[in-house]
């Protein structure tokens, strides 16, 4: 029995989800990174040890991650080599190529153990911080290149560029102490409160993804997998309900205090403390409560 | 341009608490309220943005279930879409992504259309697996994580969200699917007026046999994943839960934080 992996990579850099699901593998089976794209070479490297064997296909036309042409690639692998298993990052570019068997559901409150149908070769895509990534013991690894059975160009779906994120007036990486916003904020023009609390701190204002789709805040100030990884010294989560996507990019934060009405948020999962009430009516009570202890 | 949205009438559970029911396999839909599921707002808000921007095309809101899922393809008429379809049947219980692509594909693909949009994923189940499936049948290409479309002709450009804050810019091929991400635009509100010239719309109900499919292939017999147990997760912190703000003032005190 072996399992495929995966090797997801951008813009030179191997991601971190691609140790991820090899480290958990290596627990289970005998692993081969499966590595495809143009200028691969790099990569060889450092996946040695991760895996038992490297399977490289080279090809221009592997230049950008494209799901039409990965998936042509792949699925020529399996049908070829008859892996029991694959796994896919549940990232960007897993969600693209694998219409996957992710098991988020019910917005983090609910867990999922399902089994599939008997086959010959299964697919599963594994959410990302889901397995911790080791280090090898060595550095062995067989590399095996394989022919690129892409022959002409796929029409259809094309890469054209990356659009980096824009740069923003605060950099919520570097602060010692968050307060962060969600849903439950409910209006834009309740953010001043929020501020007098942050002000008080000595806090940056960061938030979950909502706010900023709703346009209250900028893009910059987003915490989770589609925004920025953060590790304060304290991480204020208010009105957040804490979906995986978020708490990915706040869950090593030093310390974790979340205060949210809903008493069974995921929220509280990744907290080390908590307040079950409204956020309104708490914020303004700690806010004075700070201030009255710096007078002291 | 002719766009197909397909949407789904999902239980909210933001502020309820989940239970699982005695079969250990779903959660206890009883007293929890349902409503649109919030990645198909986008992708009916969408559809509707390219219409009003072209003045011409038409848009259809396609879901599956049963007599109550009605109210989100109503939402969908008085927010602006032409046409809505409901596909059911009591085969269709327990069908995986697998199996829901298969019936979505059954339903549209004698329709004419350039776009069909999915929510990137659900709030209820969240496999987001159902677009992806549902361009391999309509043997089209897909897009998923999409955050931006411009229109040219035969061509669209499409934004991708990866992570960290980066995107991509993809062109595709008519027709495709796109599986739309949030954020994308600002869903508008129903309106009155909107509410009464939807009860005017058509809202068309198709069945299995209309859909020249067998009950084997849909429901448990035609789907590749089943649900074996479904569990609340477990925290990975013991929370400490404070009765008050003066109490979580202490504690950033004792750690130095103020």
Known sequence: ?296 | MDIIVCVKHVPDVAGAEILIDESGKKIKKGDLPFEINEWDEYAIEEAILIKERLGTGSVTAITIGDEETEATLRRCLAKGADKAIRVHDDAFEDSDAYAIAKILYNAIKDLPFDLVFTGLQTNDEGYGQVGGILSEFLEIPHASLVKKIEITDKLIEVNRELEGGLEEVLELQLPALLTIQTGINEPRYVSIMGIRKAKKKELQVISLNELELTPEEVGISGSWLQIEELSIPKPTKQVVILDDATKIAEVLRARGLI
């Open chain 1, 1 to 296: 029995m072996s399992i495929f992996v995966l090797v997801e990579h951008r813009q030179g850099e191997i991601r971190d989800i691609t140790f991820e699901m090899l480290s958990k593998c290596k627990e289970i089976s005998k692993t081969t990174a499966v590595l495809l794209g143009n200028d691969v070479e790099q990569f060889v490297d450092p996946l040695k040890g991760y895996a038992d064997t490297i399977m490289v296909v080279k090809d221009e036309k592997l230049e950008y991650f494209n799901s039409r042409t990965y998936q042509m690639v792949l699925s020529h692998l399996i049908n070829e080599n008859k892996p029991l298993l694959t796994l896919i990052g549940h990232t960007s570019y897993g969600i693209d190529l694998a219409p996957g068997l992710a098991r988020q559901m019910y917005g983090g409150k609910v867990d999922a153990k399902a089994t599939l149908k008997k086959s010959d070769s299964y697919l599963i895509t594994i959410r990302p911080a889901s397995f911790e990534s080791t280090e090898p013991e060595s550095k062995d690894s067989e590399v095996i290149n394989i022919e690129s059975p892409l022959k002409e160009e796929l029409i259809g779906k094309r890469f054209i560029k990356y659009v980096e994120p824009e740069i923003s007036d605060v950099d919520i990486t570097a602060s010692d102490i968050l307060v962060s916003i969600g849903r439950g904020i409910k209006e834009d023009k309740n953010i001043p409160v929020i501020e007098e609390l942050a002000t008080v701190l000595g806090a940056t204002i960061s938030c979950s993804r909502p706010i900023v789709d709703k346009g209250w805040l900028d893009k910059g100030r987003q915490v989770g997998t589609s925004g920025k990884t953060v590790k304060p010294k304290l991480y204020l989560a208010l009105g957040i309900s804490g979906a995986f996507q978020h708490a990915a990019g706040m869950k090593d934060s030093e310390l974790v205090i979340a205060i949210n009405k809903d008493a069974n948020a995921p929220i509280f999962n990744v907290s080390d403390f908590g307040i079950v009430d409204d956020l309104f009516k708490v914020v303004p009570e700690l806010t004075q409560k700070i201030n009255e202890m710096k007078g002291t």
